[in-house]
């Protein structure tokens, strides 16, 4: 049985109203963090946005000041896709990323929940570590985003759901569109069966794949 939870994350965020006493919210369920914080405060604000689920990234095309800067900044966002980036330079750029999101949380906690990455490649103790020291020690609300570059990375992600199976059953935010393939989204909903009891979102539904994903 392949449980696919498109909406966990909707369901978190209505708990969580529930437990500040049934406040209406506008709530952002994906966002990257953005610098200055400033700017993505003043944006949420001016869409009506009370809270948002801060996301890691690599990439900041927002500070590019030029076409040159921009280019730059993508080419950041290709290589990650692409998974072509070593392990170390991986788990370096990850606890990085993760201390923004925090930062951002502490300095705003009224307006900011997040998730946090876990790197690929670890063994099962190393992951589960991870998962306690950088995930559950910061308060994050879930896991991800991922975004396998390949089939083989897609199959590295059986240690992670190991590890939230023998942690926490946190929500697994997984990047299905391109490089993802289809065989990989397929890979990906056999995960899912294995580990039924994780609710896993499949951020942007496949891409091109969307409606093989939905059948």
């Known amino acids: 049985k392949c449980v696919v939870e498109f909406y966990s994350l909707s369901e978190i965020l209505i708990l969580y109203q529930m437990c500040q006493g049934g406040v ?52 950041t966002l ?35 929940l997040g998730f946090g990455s876990v790197p690929l490649g670890l063994s099962l103790e190393e992951t589960q570590e991870w998962i306690e020291t950088h995930i559950t020690a910061n308060s994050l609300c879930g896991i991800g985003e991922f975004t396998p570059g390949n089939e083989q990375q897609i199959m590295e992600l059986d240690t992670v759901f190991q590890s939230v199976q023998n942690t926490r059953l946190y929500p697994v935010w997984v990047h299905t569109f391109h490089p993802v393939t289809l065989d990989g989204i397929k890979r990906l909903m056999a995960l899912c069966g294995k580990y039924s009891e994780i609710p896993v979102i499949f951020g942007h539904l496949g891409g091109s794949n969307w409606m093989d994903v939905i059948k």
């Open 24 to 75: 209406n919210m506008v709530i952002d369920s994906h966002e990257h963090i953005l610098f200055p914080t400033k700017t993505q405060l003043e944006k949420m604000d001016a869409a009506g946005v009370d809270r948002t689920i801060l996301f890691c990234s690599a990439p900041h095309p927002e500070k590019a000041g030029n076409l040159s800067e921009l280019e730059s900044e993508m080419d």
């Open 78 to 112: 290709y290589r990650f896709l692409a998974g072509a980036n070593s392990k170390k330079d991986n788990i370096r750029r990850l606890k990085k990323n993760i201390l923004e999101v925090t930062e951002a949380i502490k300095n705003n906690p009224d307006r900011f």
